[in-house]
């Protein structure tokens, strides 16, 4: 556990992904804050202002995809952590997000419990 008092907001329109990325980031140390999609994570990170200092999104999702609410949420906190998760991979993953730029982590799905912790604890750690 990385015991970082840190807060992390986990956003994916599939409850079986959600679990599991919400229980790998209390495992290291987060307070979790879910959302079952981009429009109620926005509310989530409107209500929570100042605290939010993870965000782990799909980036698969309707209306708002995990892009798109990354780029929404970058512009309210420059400094907020990105990892974005998809089945897609490579330039794929990113169609929906045009313009958004930065050295943000990538998970590919489908996530496999044993190596999530692993893996984000890397992403975050970068």
Do not use: W
């Amino acid at each position: 556990m990385l015991h970082n008092n840190k807060t992390a907001l986990v956003v994916d329109d599939e409850p079986a992904d959600l679990e599991m990325l919400r229980k790998a980031l209390a495992d290291l140390g987060y307070q979790v804050i879910e959302a079952g999609g981009g429009e109620a994570a926005l509310e989530a990170f409107q209500a929570h202002s100042g605290v939010i200092d993870l965000l782990v999104t799909d980036v698969a999702m309707s209306p708002v995809n995990g892009c798109e609410l990354a780029a929404d949420l970058l512009k309210l906190n420059p400094d907020l952590q990105v990892v974005f998760v998809s089945g897609y991979v490579g330039s794929e993953a990113f169609r929906y997000g045009r313009g958004l730029t930065g050295g943000f982590a990538f998970l590919r799905k489908p996530l496999r419990p044993a190596e999530l912790e692993a893996e984000l604890r890397a992403a975050v750690m970068a």
